[in-house]
T-cell receptor, first 116, second 117 residues
Framework: AQSVAQPEDQVNVAEGNPLTVKCTYSVSGNPYLFWYVQYPNRGLQFLLKYITGDNLVKGSYGFEAEFNKSQTSFHLKKPSALVSDSALYFCAVRDPYSGGYQKVTFGTGTKLQVIP | GAGVSQSPSNKVTEKGKDVELRCDPISGHTALYWYRQSLGQGLEFLIYFQGNSAPDKSGLPSDRFSAERTGGSVSTLTIQRTQQEDSAVYLC???????????????FGPGTRLTVT
């Protein structure tokens, strides 16, 4: 079975500082990993994904994430946080070797608060 | 191009009534998902449609919940005899890929906020 964990309900960071939103996963094989963002009163938007290849993935709005197989992690990062980055962030995982229907499992979300 | 649309955007209903929520996916997307997001909670998977295959209903919380997808496009989520605990935002998403759909990101609609009084 596949699962994903976001250990922090909320992350606070000062504007201009680097930010990290943590995500760990559990799958039986090599995972497909996704990050989505939900701005206040808006739907979820795709940020980036890791399928294969380079462990460092770059996505929208200056975000990037690093796939670390040994630590089973896919942390979301940004070198310099903006107040407009304040939102709810979801990590999602799919184990392509698990068979069955092709649905992803979402984490519980981490609220990012960027303080001016 | 047009994104995923959902209607209504807000629905207030009395306990015990039935409701229907509609989702129009992006044209050409073969995969369609329904999720539920309760206040302060993450995404709860409800049901997944892929092409003409039988849907994955494993996330439906009770037999009061059902969903259809007509012609491989529009989907309707129906909740019968609504309860207060059904109050949540119901999100629909679609994605590419008849085979290997999990490679592709999901495009989400704005959601329907359901309030059961």
């Amino acid at each position: 079975a596949q699962s994903v964990a976001q250990p922090e309900d909320q992350v606070n960071v000062a504007e201009g500082n680097p930010l990290t939103v943590k995500c760990t996963y559990s799958v039986s094989g090599n995972p497909y990993l996704f990050w989505y963002v939900q701005y206040p009163n808006r739907g979820l938007q795709f940020l980036l994904k890791y399928i294969t290849g380079d462990n460092l993935v770059k996505g929208s709005y200056g975000f990037e994430a690093e796939f670390n197989k040994s630590q089973t992690s896919f942390h979301l990062k940004k070198p310099s946080a903006l107040v407009s980055d304040s939102a709810l962030y979801f990590c999602a995982v799919r184990d392509p070797y698990s068979g069955g229907y092709q649905k992803v499992t979402f984490g519980t979300g981490t609220k990012l608060q960027v303080i001016p | 191009g047009a994104g995923v649309s959902q209607s209504p955007s807000n629905k207030v209903t009395e306990k015990g009534k039935d409701v229907e929520l509609r989702c129009d996916p992006i044209s050409g997307h073969t995969a369609l998902y329904w999720y539920r997001q309760s206040l302060g909670q993450g995404l709860e998977f409800l049901i997944y449609f892929q092409g003409n295959s039988a849907p994955d209903k494993s996330g439906l919380p009770s037999d009061r919940f059902s969903a259809e997808r007509t012609g491989g496009s529009v989907s309707t989520l129906t909740i019968q005899r609504t309860q207060q605990e059904d109050s949540a935002v119901y999100l629909c998403a679609s994605s590419f890929g008849l085979a290997g759909a999990d490679l592709y990101e999901q495009y989400f609609g704005p959601g329907t906020r359901l309030t059961v009084t």
